[in-house]
């Protein structure tokens, strides 16, 4: 919320923080594609999706420069 009580501007673009190698494995396409959780190894990517609850993007990276 602003200070003024109205509703804060969320039309922000979307933006990659961090270098992108395009080496990630997609654990899961989920339906609901505005949310994508970035795990860093495969073992993590792997525990989240038994916690899939929101059927989002599992994406597994190799490291946090990924």
Known sequence: MAKTGELANLNTTKRVMGNTSG???VLNEGANSTISVIAIGLENGVSLMGVNNHDIN?????????
């Open 23 to 25: 080496h990630g494995i």
């Open 58 to 66: 599992i994406i597994a990276v190799n490291n946090a420069h990924d």
